[in-house]
């Protein structure tokens, strides 16, 4: 059974830093795209960002480029984003998500093939 479980959401000022992990079971994780998508409440799940774990390509979208670096620790089956600058307006639920494919296109990441999501983590950033 394939389970992402994702952590270290919480509440900071503007300006302040959060790591987000998620930790992933059941599946291969080294032959997935894995990625970071928010829901701010009103708007679409957007993709923040995402990587191939087999190593390879990393996305970002446009408005966390130069403030959010996706990383991961292969040994420990975990994906990481850390956020630094944040905004008020990268207040959302974040998800984590694993798919067998990844790509960005039109500013859009968007994950392709059987995927799989965690339940969120919220970060709430206040100015």
């Known amino acids: 059974q394939v389970q992402l479980v994702e952590s270290g959401g919480g509440s900071v000022q503007a300006g302040g830093s959060l790591r987000l992990s998620c930790a992933a079971s059941g599946y291969t994780y080294s032959s997935y795209c894995m990625g970071w998508f928010r829901q701010a409440p009103g708007k679409e799940r957007e993709g923040v960002a995402a990587i191939y774990t087999g190593g390879g390509s990393t996305y970002y979208a446009d408005s966390v480029k130069g403030r959010f670096t996706i990383s991961q620790d292969n040994a420990k089956n975990t994906l990481y984003l850390q956020m630094n600058s944040l905004k008020p307006e990268d207040t959302a639920m974040y998800y984590c998500?694993?798919?067998?494919?990844?790509?960005?296109?039109?500013?859009?990441?968007?994950?392709?093939?059987?995927?799989?999501w965690g339940k969120g983590t919220l970060v709430t950033i206040s100015s």
């Open positions: 998500a694993a798919g067998e494919g990844c790509a960005r296109a039109l500013g859009v990441i968007y994950l392709y093939g059987k995927d799989y």
